[in-house]
Nanobody, 125 residues
Framework: QVQLVESGGGSVQAGGSLRLSCVASGNSGNCMGWFRQAPGKEREGVASFSKGSGRTYYVDSVKGRFTISHDNAKNTVYLQMNSLKPEDTAMYYC????????????????????WGQGTQVTVSS
């Protein structure tokens, strides 16, 4: 049984930083991802990390501001978010999957099998 538990959300002013953490228990698969969903919008992939290859992916809107990383010993994935903008406001979810390949991870939420409960990030202007 895979469980994902997120933490680290909160409220910050524009330009601030937050670090999200997601602790995984069980065999969570090769790929870990962060997704977000704002009210009235579809869930979108923010970043992903392949534990096998170390390869990362970022949606264009967060490139250069967000960094995804993984601590294998702790089976924890992080999302460091810098230079936050009001448009980053959303519920952020950690997800994992055994799909994809050793080299690259899926990008669509439908391809992720396990999900955390979400953590709210609110950025004020």
């Amino acid at each position: 049984q895979v469980q994902l538990v997120e933490s680290g959300g909160g409220s910050v002013q524009a330009g601030g930083s937050l670090r999200l953490s997601c602790v995984a228990s069980g065999n969570s698969g090769n790929c870990m991802g962060w997704f977000r969903q704002a009210p009235g919008k579809e869930r979108e992939g923010v970043a992903s990390f392949s534990k096998g290859s170390g390869r990362t992916y970022y949606v264009d809107s967060v490139k250069g501001r967000f960094t995804i990383s993984h601590d294998n010993a702790k089976n924890t994935v992080y999302l460091q978010m810098n230079s936050l903008k009001p448009e980053d406001t959303a519920m952020y979810y950690c997800a994992s999957t055994a799909r994809g390949t050793w080299w690259t991870c899926p990008r669509r939420p439908q391809e992720y099998d396990y999900w955390g409960q979400g953590t709210q990030v609110t950025v004020s202007s």
